[in-house]
């Protein structure tokens, strides 16, 4: 089941399952809202087991430093990015509980551990979903599900460059996205799918209420002074 504010999105993503060999569902809905939630996972329960809940959506806006953000963005960016976390969460736990061996699996950032100027509701919201895939695990456990998060550098998506260029980044810095010390390039979507790939297989049982990150060493260089 893939759903997505989008439908074409949606669709989309359902293309590449069913190219996969995959049977997939295409669903338009909001996941910042608990009705659009709760329908998903109504028409899940329809379509078999449900054992792995990706939350992915999200929602990056350029230029929102404490002093400009509006108190409606910031609402939005946390609504999106964390709320639907709780929600749509909540909405799968009976199915996720009654499944064997069930995963969620929670898309943060890098920006939940390092910042890049003016970009406050992003990285709190980022943060929260590190923190509420802790808690998630801790309050899971009981009912046999495993809540882990994963946190990509930059990931060669439209969003990515719509981001930087909104923070006033030229065509110069975008290529500096490539810095060879952090492998050289950015990741492509698939490098942040076989990462999820691993987190909800059998290999990764023992992982649980952590964030794993993926992003080329990006955390782990010290500025150039
Ligand atoms: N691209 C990157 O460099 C990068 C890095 C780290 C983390 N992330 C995270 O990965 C996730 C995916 O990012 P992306 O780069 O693919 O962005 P994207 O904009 O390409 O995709 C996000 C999708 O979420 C959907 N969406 C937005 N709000 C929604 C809502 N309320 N309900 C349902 N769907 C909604 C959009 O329609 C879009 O299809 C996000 O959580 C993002 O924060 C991205």
Redesign the pocket.
Known sequence: MC????PD??ERTASLARERGRAATARA?????DA?CRELAELASGLGELAVLCN?????PFASGIAQVSEELWDRVL???VK?VFLLSRACLAQLGAASDAVIVN?????AFASLPESAP?AAS?GAVVALTRQMAVDLAPSGIRVVAV??????????YT?ALGLGADSRELSALKDPHHLGW??A?DD?AEVVAWLVSPGARFVNGTALVADGGMLAQLPRS
């Open positions: 759903a997505d504010r989008d999105a949606a809905a909001d996941v910042s809202r659009d992915i959506a999200g929602i990056s609504a999106v990015n639907s898309m943060a950032s890098v920006h992003y980022k946190a990509p550098g930059a990931v060669d998506t439209p969003s990515s981001s950015l990741a979507p942040v």
